[in-house]
Each structure stands twice: as C-alpha cells, then as structure tokens.
C-alpha cells in the first residue's frame, strides 16, 4: 500500500513516519527545497499541550476592535477586499461564545495531551535530539485584570484535564530569576510543570533522516495543483513534475499542507475554514546565561513566547491577518524585539538576530481538521494554527490509524472537516 503524504512540514514528516512504521510505502511532496523550511522553520518552539485555549474566546470582539488602528497591536486585522477572511471571521467570532469556547477548548486539550503522550514514545524510539527543555511553561501577566481571568479558569481547566499552577509576581521570579532583570510590570503567572520546549526545525529534520532510513521517499520542489478522484476516491496528485504527466499515484492520500491545503482540494468541492494568520519571531544567540530564561514564556497580553534553544532566544508571536503575504515589515520586527529586550535586557547579541516570518494554518474554533475526507483514502491532517508543533507526534498517529482502517487511539469526534461544510 502506497500513502502519499502533501506536505513536508512537521505534520507531513510526522505522518510519514507513523505511515512508514505501520508498514506503508511513503512518498513525501512538497514545493519547496527541503523540509520543515515554512511554518515549521522558526516557531515559538513550545510544546504546550496545556495552552489549549483558541483565540475564539469570549470579548474577543472588544478587545480586537480595541486594537484596529494600531500598527503595534498584538492583533493585526487589516481591512482589505477579502470575502475568505470575512467568512473566517464570521466563523471565528460565533466560536466566541461562552459555550463553543469550552467546547473547543476540550477539543484542544483532549488532541494535545494525546500528542504529548505520543511525543515521549517517539523520543524513547528514534533518540531525536532537539533541544528539549522539560521545564513546563509560564504564562505571565502584566495586569490584574488578565490574572483574574485566569485565575478563574484554572479550576475548570483542571477538571477537563489541564494542570496549572497559580503563581504570584515573587513566585514566578522565583521559577524562573532572569525575568527580576525585566523592566515590564508583572503581576502573577500560571505555570503548566508537563510542558516542553524544543526545536520544531531541528526535530523534523532528525526525523526526516529517520525516515529516509525506513524507505520514505522525499520529493521536493513539486507543485501540488490539486487531487484526480473517481467518485469515491482519490486516484492521483496533479503536480508540476515533469515524468507521467505530473500525476503521482496512490492508495491512500495525506493532506498536510498547512495554509495551501485549501487550495488543493477545492475544485473537489471540499471547503476547507482555514486562513494564513502571519506570526513573526527572531532568534539571538544568548550572551549572557543568567539573563536569559530556561522556562519557556509567553506574555498573553502581547501573545508572545519566549523559549530557550540550547544557546539560543527564541521569541515568537503577534497575529497578522493579511492573505498569503510573508514579508518581513520592519516595525512589527521592532516591535518582537522590543518586547523581547525589555523582558530579558542584556541577555543576547541583538546585532546577530535572525528575523522570519510564517504563516499558521488557522481555523475559526481554533481546532485543528483532523480524519476523513469525502473521499474514503483522503485523510486530512492540517489547520493545526499555533498548535502544530503541539500536536505532531498525535496528528500523525491518528493518521496511520486512519490510513490502517482501525479506530484512533484517542476519540477525534467533532474534528473533521465535516463541522464547518
């Protein structure tokens, strides 16, 4: 049996691998030169399977319309004639409901913690090393207003199974001490211990090598146009290569083509609730040890992170909703720069920052897409948004799973593509 997987992202090689282990011939496609070298490339490097809240939240809304204007804003919504975007607005924002939110939430929480699961195996299989940090998160605050949010949804969190810790200002220096050099006020903090940190980049191409080693084969700079069924399956690609015609054969066929993934599939009619959301990071080599964190952050109120990388800063965030555009503007770098020194000051070289840009398949509920598709070999396995890297090893799980024809090892009810047709 033959699995052709769309994509060489950290989804796609994840899937690969789990394919390859069940026993599968494995062709990997993907239009650029290499793996992992979109979304994958430059995240914010959390493993944070307790950060299961979606941006679809309650007062999103006012807190969004707060923010137009404002070219620094954590949020980016920039008006433009784009019928995709509003409908994924519209989506996004019926998601906001008190009710849908914790919904979603469970979702969220219930794929990620499986995914950490299925991470630890992996790790004890291959020996992959990417500078994994076994440290837990920190969640910090900067106003009493934010805190007390939080501090009312630890309990029931909790309950759906998500471990948090709520800690005051000295709590958290005393978790982690570099943040006492920080000239930003900071009020609390809520730490998840069983969350991780790592290179998302670094792991991909360890794993891809481990791959190649069970016969996976890796084909790049290939266009995929789209998908050839014949009612009830998917026959072949339509891609850009040169030998049959461009058409790659199959039994089974993989989506995890990240923000293209909608592309691929809508002449089949399948309507993907996916948009490109933007995020910047920049990455520093550290300088000075006791400056920098070892627990990796995030600042919710400028949805920022911080993780360490070895000898390396990685600061990661903001949300930028402008189509398919990956350019690097230079006040929005300024301004994860900004944030990063004035929460770390003197901790890096910031002559030697490296800054990119990705795009992060996001849906509205903030819930990845997940199983079948119309057709009964086509398994998707995209829209995973900030959470991708999150939820790898348990994504590509399920899909083996799927392409085996047995039932998933966790239940993956209320996460298909079905929800938003």
Same mark, same amino acid.
Not at 36 to 63: I, K
Not at 359 to 372: A, E, H, N, Q
Not at 393 to 404: K, Q, T, V, W, Y
């Given at each position: 049996?033959? /699995?052709? #997987? ?7 090689? =994840? ?11 494995v062709e990997v496609l993907d239009r650029r030169e290499g793996a992992a070298l979109e979304t994958s490339f430059a995240n914010g490097g959390q493993l944070s399977a307790n950060h299961c809240e979606p941006w679809a939240q ?24 784009? %019928? ?37 195996? !992996? ?8 500078? !994994?940090?076994?440290?837990?998160i920190l969640n910090i605050y900067r106003n009493q207003t934010d805190f007390d949010v939080a501090i009312s949804r630890v309990q029931a969190i909790g309950e759906l199974g998500c471990e948090r810790q709520v800690l005051d ?8 001490? $570099?943040?006492?050099?920080? =000239? ?8 998840? %211990? ?42 072949? #690609?339509?891609?850009? /290569? ?16 990240? $923000?293209?993934?909608? /592309? ?20 520093? %080599?550290?300088?000075?040890?006791m400056a920098a964190p070892n627990i990796s952050i995030t600042d919710t109120e400028h949805k920022m992170v911080f993780t360490r990388l070895g000898n390396r800063l990685r600061a990661a965030g903001t949300a930028e909703f ?11 770098? /300024? ?15 910031? =002559? ?8 992060? %398949? ?58 938003? $047709?």
């Amino acid at each position: 049996m033959k /699995a052709v #997987v769309l994509g060489a992202g950290v989804i796609g090689v =994840t899937s690969a691998y789990y394919l390859a282990r069940e026993g599968f011939e494995v062709e990997v496609l993907d239009r650029r030169e290499g793996a992992a070298l979109e979304t994958s490339f430059a995240n914010g490097g959390q493993l944070s399977a307790n950060h299961c809240e979606p941006w679809a939240q309650p007062g999103v809304l006012w807190q969004g319309l707060k923010w137009l204007g404002r070219h620094d804003a954590p949020l980016l919504y920039r008006l433009r004639l784009d %019928p995709t975007l509003w409908a994924w607005t519209l989506k996004f924002l019926a998601n906001s409901k008190e009710q849908y939110f914790w919904e979603n939430v469970a979702k969220i929480l219930r794929m990620a913690l499986f995914s950490r699961k299925q991470f630890k195996e !992996l790790r004890q299989e291959t020996g992959i090393e990417y500078d !994994l940090l076994e440290l837990g998160i920190l969640n910090i605050y900067r106003n009493q207003t934010d805190f007390d949010v939080a501090i009312s949804r630890v309990q029931a969190i909790g309950e759906l199974g998500c471990e948090r810790q709520v800690l005051d200002r000295a709590g958290c220096i005393e978790l982690e001490p $570099s943040l006492a050099n920080s =000239t930003d006020t900071l009020v609390g903090g809520t730490w998840c %211990p069983h969350d991780e940190s790592g290179d998302a980049y670094t792991f991909t191409k360890e794993l891809e090598k481990k791959c190649i080693q069970m016969g996976v084969s890796f084909r790049y700079g290939v266009n995929v146009h789209g998908l050839n069924t014949d009612m009830w399956k998917v026959k072949s #690609v339509i891609t850009d /290569a040169k030998e049959n015609g461009g058409e790659i054969k199959g039994d089974v066929f993989v989506l995890a083509l990240g $923000s293209h993934s909608p /592309a691929a599939v809508k002449d089949m009619g399948i309507k993907l609730a996916i948009y490109p959301i933007k995020g910047y990071s920049l990455t520093m %080599p550290i300088t000075n040890t006791m400056a920098a964190p070892n627990i990796s952050i995030t600042d919710t109120e400028h949805k920022m992170v911080f993780t360490r990388l070895g000898n390396r800063l990685r600061a990661a965030g903001t949300a930028e909703f402008n189509g398919y555009n990956n350019e690097i503007e230079a006040n929005r770098s /300024a301004m994860t720069m900004d944030l990063a020194t004035s929460l770390f000051p003197n901790a890096c070289d910031e =002559t030697k920052a490296e800054f990119w840009t990705g795009l992060r %398949p996001s849906t509205p509920d903030g819930v990845p897409i997940i199983g079948r598709g119309p057709q009964e070999n086509l398994l998707l396995n995209t829209g995973h948004g900030t959470l991708g890297w999150t939820m790898a090893a348990g994504s590509g799980r399920i899909i083996a799973s799927l392409a085996r024809g047995v039932h998933p090892e966790v239940d993956i009810s209320g996460i298909g593509w079905e929800r938003f $047709s």
